[in-house]
């Protein structure tokens, strides 16, 4: 019995162009779930991605917040691992560089307390080999800056005002699914420079141990991930896609390439894989694999045709 | 795809041991089940590539019928000529509970191995496991609180296949929660077992116990000549007590930590562990590592003890 689509050895297109920056495929590794690549590069090749995003960089180093960070829920987690990161020195002389050296585009996602460490640290981005700058306003685990710049279509756009005239790279705006309307800030990214808009991140959450009466995690509360947020993250992708031009990239519970498919289809233009790879190493080259066979089965040659291409009910 | 642990304690790669790990998911078939205790099972696992390179301290990544995280257990004994490895699970919560209903021929989903484990000295080079009565062998005591002991059974088999001698101390809260008695006693060329209620060798609690061992003359006169090192697994007390008691006395000690883990292979950074690391401007000071990466064993004394 012969399956119908396009023979299993046809070459299917996967390429999209992310604002300026041609993709292999639409598939990014989300920032906070890959790390720098080091530990996943063993797993498999990083060159069959799209490309990978970085843990967030902040101007100096940081320790995050004490453990627990992490605490499970219904199809998700929580985590409140506060930036932990080396700062943007010791990155950009001991991670960027192998990150470069991987094949696929190479994204940097930082993050500020305030306006002039977002400003530094673009200007310190801008002559690197980094193919795209994701300025995260919505950490929901730090205490200042960040989400404080992304809940409202003000902040948002005088932030993105001030960095946009400090670098010429790409600048992706990462949107909190936790703003009045996230139409609003993803409009305000945009009238501001911005070259794309990333959402979701995580929702703050919480998880309570009722035998200690405490919260599971140190840091109390946590940003939610994992399917769970799917249906919201897909909502809000349709919904900033219809606002913006600028391109979108879809995040939010992905763990499959029919996930991924659905946000295409809904109006991104390249999709993060996050959460899915801390439960299985190889998701985002799944993911990979399972759009370009969904493709042949459905005998689709090009997925850029795929992009915003959802037929709404009337 | 195998990646050689670097080491970050003052203790790692004295001897060029290295840690491979491999996070590629792999489905691996229970050949036997055993339990041990209600609620508490022991599982033979199929799987020549990780029996052939995992080293005892090590832990897989299991993947839960019912959860949505991959659970973190600890490697009990390696068996290279069986290819297979056996690990213990205690039904905690949703996850873990369903595991412990897995049964014989179903097929669990892992990766593995992963972390650094514990060091050993070299095989020296006179030393084998058939001198068993030379008196100048160094020696190993592990130190294990409830369902700590597990690592520790596979620890103590590689120590005395590399020579060394092995004494044991385990510490339950009641003689009914005691278990793996007899296996401990069989690789151990002394055992201490002691439990809160009495019913045991000792009355009182492992770190007790560990003093009691300490303070007997052929103990004392055997570490003397060949040197001590241990090892511990258990309730963070536990090994909190047993840190502060191997650094009194001059003992090098290493520790399996425990902390909320998310993904095992380090990419996610939720499960950190404080330790103290050499600060390159001088002056102590600590830092978050990941348990799964860095860890889970490390240098007691780099452990920062709440």
């Avoid at chain 1, 920056?21 to 797993?43: D, K």
């Avoid at chain 1, 930036?83 to 696929?104: D, K, S, T, Y």
Wanted: proline share 7%; with cysteine.
């Amino acid at each position: 019995m012969s399956a119908p689509g396009m023979p299993a050895d046809i070459a299917v297109d996967l390429s999209v162009d992310l604002c300026g920056i041609r993709l292999r495929n639409p598939v990014l590794a989300a920032s906070g779930t890959f790390g720098f690549g080091r530990e996943m590069a063993e797993v498999f090749p990083l060159s069959s991605l799209g490309g990978i995003v970085s843990k967030g960089i902040t101007l100096l180093p940081r320790r995050g917040n004490p453990p627990p960070r992490v605490a499970e829920t219904a199809s998700g987690m929580l985590n409140s691992v506060g930036l932990q990161n080396p700062g943007i020195e010791a990155f950009l002389r001991e991670e960027l560089p192998f990150m470069v050296a991987q094949g696929c585009a190479v994204a940097v996602n930082i993050a500020g307390a305030g306006a002039e460490e977002y400003e530094a640290l673009v200007e310190r981005l801008d002559r690197t080999p980094v193919d795209l700058i994701e300025v995260n306003l919505s950490c929901p685990n730090v205490r200042e800056g960040c989400m404080a710049f992304g809940a409202t279509a003000r902040g948002v756009e005088s932030l993105v005002s001030r960095i946009r005239p400090r670098t010429r790279k790409p600048l992706a705006i990462k949107l909190t699914p936790q703003a009045d309307s996230i139409s609003e800030t993803a409009r305000a990214a945009e009238s501001a420079g911005a070259d794309a808009v990333s959402l979701v991140n995580t929702l703050l959450g919480m998880a309570i141990d009722i035998e200690t009466r405490r919260p599971v995690l140190a840091n109390n509360v946590g940003g939610l991930s994992g399917p769970a947020i799917l249906p919201v993250a897909l909502r809000m992708v349709h919904e900033v896609a219809g606002t913006v031009r600028i391109p979108v990239i879809g995040m939010g519970g992905i763990q499959t390439g029919q996930d991924a498919i659905a946000f295409l289809l809904a109006g991104a233009t390249a999709i993060q894989v996050g959460t899915a790879t801390l439960i299985n190493p190889t998701a985002c080259q799944d993911v990979v694999n399972e759009i370009a066979s969904w493709m042949r089965a459905h005998s689709v040659p090009t997925v850029r045709s795929l992009i915003g291409d959802l037929r709404l009910n009337p | 795809m195998n990646a050689e642990g670097e080491g970050v304690s003052g203790m790692a790669n004295e001897n060029g041991d290295r840690f491979h790990t491999d996070a590629v998911p792999r489905e691996a078939p229970i050949l036997s089940c055993r339990e041990l205790l209600p609620g508490l099972m022991l599982y033979r696992i199929q799987d020549p590539f990780l029996a052939s390179c995992a080293r005892p301290g090590q832990f897989v990544n299991l993947k839960t019928p019912d959860g949505f995280l991959r659970r973190p257990i600890s490697l009990c004994r390696i068996r290279p000529g069986e290819g297979a490895v056996d690990i213990g699970i205690r039904a905690l919560g949703a996850g873990t509970r369903a595991l412990c209903r897995m049964g014989c021929g179903e097929r669990i989903d892992w990766i593995g191995p992963l972390g650094r484990g514990f060091l050993l000295p070299p095989r020296s080079n006179q030393g084998t496991s058939d001198d068993a009565d030379r008196p100048d062998r160094p020696l190993l005591l592990a130190v294990g609180g409830g369902i700590g002991i597990f690592p520790l059974l596979g620890l103590l088999e590689e120590a005395r296949a590399r020579g060394m001698g092995t004494l044991s101390v385990l510490g339950f809260r009641d003689p009914s929660q005691a278990f793996l008695l007899r296996e401990f006693r069989e690789i151990s060329d002394r055992s201490l077992f002691a439990s809160d209620t009495g019913g045991l060798d000792h009355h009182g609690n492992a770190v007790e116990a560990v003093r009691q061992l300490l303070s007997d003359p052929s103990v004392r006169q055997a570490v003397g000549k060949g040197g001590l090192r241990m090892a511990a697994c258990g309730p963070h007390p536990m090994m909190k007590a047993v840190a502060r008691l191997a650094e009194d006395l001059g003992i090098p000690c290493q520790v399996s930590l425990e902390q909320r883990m998310g993904c095992g292979t380090g990419v996610c950074l939720v499960c950190a562990c404080e330790v103290r690391r050499k600060n390159p401007e001088g002056g102590p000071a600590t830092d978050y590592v990941r348990c799964c990466r860095e860890g889970p064993v490390f240098d007691a004394r780099e452990v920062v003890w709440e």
